[in-house]
């Protein structure tokens, strides 16, 4: 049985307007007029054990409305919800002490105190018995290192330390899923590295589910082997994430180093920007910083070796390299052109 | 029961994290206290400068007054002391931090009473604890009865229940506006305020208000009336003193019902 399974899962709100004017806010209370946001809408979403999933989508996309549903917090409109067999809303509590939920821009830590303190505490919210809470925290301190922070106020911790020491809160329960809100935001190079080695880790070795939502592409390619993309509330994509290139990934970038006597004779635009004249057809040239010349070919148009065969032929190149359009340009492109979108969005 | 019991157990503890977190600050905390009791110590001698021209208000003599003032404040210094999470029910839920609490597998409501705890309110406390004595001292003693012990620990209690009730209900309509606050506080402070004195200079129906529609005057006026040998107010009888505590639940069943409605509300329809 999946962990997850959501079926035409909804969520409709009606939104009050704002009145203009001095006695707006008490009109707006009396005689409300009311808008309807379809903030999520026939949602269908199978997560099975194990599987690391990312959730992505432009803001307002009805992502985090998704994920409320999912963990009990907001009753869906419409469809049906289970997650770990258990119904999210009226089994919420008890759902509850089954999941971990990291929300990477709001701590669940207590800001005045030590790390220590707060991972104490969340054993009697959490109703830990004593021997399991004692295993895992030694398990995740070790694993997150967080034994030279332990003692410092949380508030005194730098934003990656404050996200391993979420990431600990979140798990000392042993949660089966692990809903991940932007784990890695705002933080450098080094500490989303960590973040990604030990999300894999807990995956591979606890067998821990994860739902990741997050505007970082590196996240997802470096983590999910799946990805689901909705926006305006549908759901445009669910598949592979190494798939995604491939199908949308519209154009990739080859980038010629010519040498300078080609360069030479080579005509100018009205800009003075060198030009590359007759190119094949579905080949176009995006930029010119000499030596060096981009061209823009679709997938469709030719393969990538007969582009260099055809520049070979005319002028002598020093260097070829290729650009894959990175997956966040891919998935811009999916929102722009709406690509996945068979019906239009009303 | 043993489930109730650990859930006060575990409002310990969150208690216990706040009342850290701000002995962090140990001056700051010193100074909020010291000016909190400064203050409410300036809206005490309000209660001499009326009795510089008057011996007796409906009744009612300088040292009774300060011991009804005192047990008021003693019972609303508690309810905000406890309460401070529920008052600030308002800023958790702009913040979103609600969800978190949902999240949770314990009860929301013991998590929302013990996200804050303000022991600088122990200032109001103590000032109350002080005009009682002060009372007490100036009526040179009380004709002390057999049951006179009880009633006003349990009325401190009750008083303290029926406020805490209040700001549940204010907390409450945080579900459907952020916007109303100010109301809560018209029936907190309002009410403290108001039944620091006598209450027959109100109005019969404002009498009536807070006996039988926000009963505050069950938990510590009836008490200190029972304690004075005073009637009490629209000829009710004296043994209703020790109803307090009943109505006192009552009225706390009443808001954390409607509490459920709130969370309910809050689960359809999101902040």
Redesign the interface.
């Known amino acids: 049985m999946p962990l997850i399974k959501a079926e035409g899962l909804s969520k409709t709100?009606?939104v009050a307007q704002r009145r203009p004017g001095a006695l707006g806010?008490l009109r707006s209370?009396v005689n409300p007029q009311m808008r309807v946001v379809h903030a999520v809408r026939d949602l269908a979403l199978t997560v099975e054990r194990g599987e690391m999933v990312g959730l992505v989508g432009p803001n307002g996309a009805g992502k985090s409305?998704t994920v409320?549903m999912l963990?009990?917090?907001?009753?869906p409109s419409g469809g049906s919800v289970r997650v770990a067999g258990l119904d999210p809303?009226r089994q919420?509590?008890?759902l509850?002490?089954r999941?971990g939920?990291v929300?990477g821009q709001?701590s669940?830590l207590?800001?005045?105190?030590p790390l220590i303190?707060s991972l104490r505490?969340l054993r009697?919210?959490?109703?830990v018995p004593e021997e399991r809470h004692a295993a895992n925290l030694e398990r995740l301190r070790h694993l997150l290192q967080l034994d030279e922070f332990l003692q410092t106020?949380v508030r005194q911790l730098s934003l990656g330390q404050r996200m391993r020491g979420d990431l600990a809160a979140a798990l000392l329960h042993d949660p089966e899923l692990l809903y991940l809100d932007e784990p890695t935001i705002g933080l450098d190079v080094v500490a989303k590295a960590r973040i990604r080695e030990f999300l894999r880790a807990i995956n591979a070795e606890r067998g821990v589910t994860v739902l990741l939502t997050t505007h970082d592409m590196d996240d997802i390619e470096a983590l999910c082997k799946r990805m689901v993309i909705i926006d305006h509330g549908r759901k445009l994509y669910d598949g592979a994430v190494s798939g995604i290139r491939e199908r949308f990934g519209g154009e990739r970038t080859l980038i010629a180093v010519l040498d300078d006597g080609d360069l030479a004779r080579l005509p100018a635009g009205a800009d003075g920007t060198l030009i590359l004249p007759d190119l094949p057809v579905g080949v176009r040239q995006t930029d010119a910083e000499p030596p060096r010349i981009a061209l823009a070919f679709g997938r469709a148009a030719l393969p990538a070796h007969e582009l260099v065969a055809w520049l070979g032929a005319r002028y002598r190149l020093r260097d070829v390299t290729f650009e894959e359009p990175d997956i966040e340009s891919v998935i811009r492109r999916i929102y722009e052109e709406g690509l996945l979108l068979d019906a239009p969005v009303a | 029961m043993r489930a109730l019991l650990r859930d006060l157990?575990?409002y310990r503890?969150?208690v216990a994290?706040q009342a850290?977190?701000?002995l962090?600050y140990k001056a700051n905390i010193a100074i909020d206290i010291g000016t909190y009791f400064a203050i409410s110590t300036l809206e005490f001698t309000q209660i001499f400068l009326l009795f510089a021209s008057f011996t007796t208000l409906a009744g009612w003599s300088a040292g009774e007054v300060a011991l009804l003032y005192g047990v008021t404040s003693v019972a609303f210094g508690l309810a905000e002391m406890f309460g401070a999470g529920i008052d600030g029910f308002d800023e958790m839920i702009r913040?979103?931090?609600f969800?978190?609490v949902?999240?949770?597998?314990?009860s929301p409501f013991l998590?929302v009473a013990g996200s804050d705890f303000r022991l600088r309110r122990f200032g109001r406390f103590s000032q109350g604890v002080l005009a009682a004595v002060i009372g007490l001292f100036l009526l040179g003693g009380l004709p002390w009865r057999p049951l006179d012990a009880f009633v006003l620990p349990l009325g401190i209690l009750s008083g303290m229940f029926v406020f805490l009730a209040v700001m549940v209900l204010g907390a409450t309509l945080c579900f459907w506006?952020v916007?109303t606050t100010e109301l809560t506080n018209i029936l907190t402070y309002g009410g403290r305020e108001m039944l620091s004195w006598p209450l027959s200079v109100y109005s019969q129906s404002l009498q009536r208000f807070f006996l039988f529609v926000v009963p505050l005057a069950f938990g510590t006026y009836a008490p200190v009336c029972y304690l004075l040998g005073k009637p009490l107010p629209l000829g009710l009888p004296e043994a209703l003193a020790f109803a307090a505590p009943l109505v006192a639940l009552l009225f706390a069943s009443v808001a954390a019902t409607i509490w459920g409605f709130g969370v309910r509300r809050y689960?359809?329809?999101?902040n």
């Open positions: 709100f009606h806010g209370i409305t409320k963990t009990g917090i907001l009753m809303q919420r509590r008890n509850a002490g999941i939920v929300f709001k669940q207590w800001w005045d105190l303190d505490l009697h919210l959490y109703r106020p | 157990r575990l503890r969150l994290m850290r977190s701000q962090q913040r979103g931090d969800d978190r949902l999240l949770r597998p314990v998590q506006t916007e689960q359809s329809t999101g």
